[in-house]
């Protein structure tokens, strides 16, 4: 087994707690800032994915204090098995003045996956996977020197909502489109797994992990989230988020166009673009005024073209970097 690897001269670890919330909002605000980051967590939302279902604190977390206590560098991992796959994502920040911890944390990030991922010689794929936005070309440096190598592009794509909303499409014949309901939960996590089945790195969401990052998220918007349904059965959905914190620090009303999944037997038939079409029309009733995605810009169901078609412009690009264990 390989040893965990410790902090450089001058700086000390232990595992991240609640109360360090804001003090690691402060960190991704100051990276944000910097170097410009797809997200940037708040002090709530930060505290969220701390307390996430499943997170082992002292197992999948690390933060790196200087030598006067102040947090310039975080480790989070979420490790998940599949079938004989075993993978996990890993994310790490260091603070621009701090960036001389970003191999520490890499390093220390791949170690301590490990254990949940299997001994080696274990059958099946044991892998860790971490996203980069592709402008952060140095951050990009750092992984592929650790052996890391990109593997897939995602895009992210924004577009107004206070001009040009998409008209109201019928539906084929058989499917109707209703607002998300409790009792449909179940039927939409099927549905979604269904539909990303064959996409690029998916695992499927197990009941627990749909109820946590879905049904409890408190940016889930349920009012702004649609369902298409066939003889009662989901057969395509996308869901919406509000992220409120995001929002106010921002002076912004934004809504995330959070999935958007349509299963096989049922694509090709014009639903992902009316479901779309009906939550950037809720979302602009509600009064926000912009809307964003993510999306695999090699998508075998060829998303990128809807969502320009629904008048969405990519913004900026993520790269996905995978380093296989042995």
Known sequence: MLATPTP???????????????????????????????????????????????????????????????????????????GDAARAIIWIEAHPEHIGLEPFLLAWAEAAARPSLGTAGSPGRRYVRQHVEEHRERRRRVAEEAGYRHERTFVEMWRPLTEGLPAPASLPPGIESVPWSGDLAEGARLATNEAFASH????????????????????????????????????????????????????????WVERVGTVPAYQRRGLATSLVGEVLRSAAAAGLTRAGLGVDQDNATRATAIYEHLGFAATRRTLAYVKDLD
């Open 200 to 255: 690029w790195d998916s695992m499927p969401a197990t009941p627990e992990d749909w109820q946590a990052r879905v049904c409890d998220d408190p940016n889930f918007r349920p009012d702004l989230s649609r369902l298409a349904l066939s003889n009662g059965r989901v057969v395509a959905l996308t869901t919406a988020s509000v992220d409120r914190e995001h929002n106010a620090r921002y002076e912004v009303a934004e809504v």
């Open 8 to 82: 450089p001269a001058g700086y000390r670890a232990r595992p991240a707690r609640l109360e360090d919330a804001d003090a690691l909002s402060d960190l991704f605000i100051a990276v944000d800032a910097s170097e410009g980051l797809e997200e940037v967590l708040g002090p709530e939302g930060t505290r969220r994915q701390l307390a996430h279902r499943g997170l082992d604190r002292r197992r999948d977390t690390l933060v790196v204090l200087d030598a006067g206590g102040v947090i310039r560098g975080f480790v989070w991992i979420w490790a998940k098995r599949a």
